[in-house]
């Protein structure tokens, strides 16, 4: 099982990013993804999470409205769009899926400041 999160970077608060985590080694199709974050000091906190086919999403109530999740299951690929972006935003984002006891990627860093 392998995840790599890759388009973190450097944002001006009100500014948008997407986070694309490719998934290889299992058939992803059949997996719920998530997205977790975990900032300076703090513990890792649920995000976002799909269902295997996409259909049903669930946002955490300190992003709803400006982060959507979202998957290509023919690229094996899941999403993170993330508009409006907040200081607080900041952190460190890891794609996750539920699969064997648990598989992480290495994440990617995003720094939301002026």
């Known amino acids: 099982v392998q995840l790599v999160e890759s388009g973190g970077g450097l944002v001006q608060p009100g500014g948008s990013l997407r986070l694309s985590c490719a998934a290889s080694g299992f058939t992803f199709s059949n997996y719920a993804m998530r997205w977790y974050r975990q900032a300076p000091g703090k513990e890792r906190e649920l995000v976002a999470r799909?269902?295997?086919?996409?259909?049903?999403?669930y946002t955490t109530d300190s992003v709803k409205g400006r982060f959507t999740i979202s998957r290509d299951n023919a690229k094996n690929t899941v999403y993170l769009q993330m508009n409006s972006l907040k200081p607080e935003d900041t952190a460190v984002y890891y794609c996750y899926a539920a699969i064997d006891s648990g598989s992480w990627g290495q994440g990617t860093q995003v720094t939301v400041s002026s």
């Open positions: 799909i269902a295997s086919a996409g259909g049903k999403t």
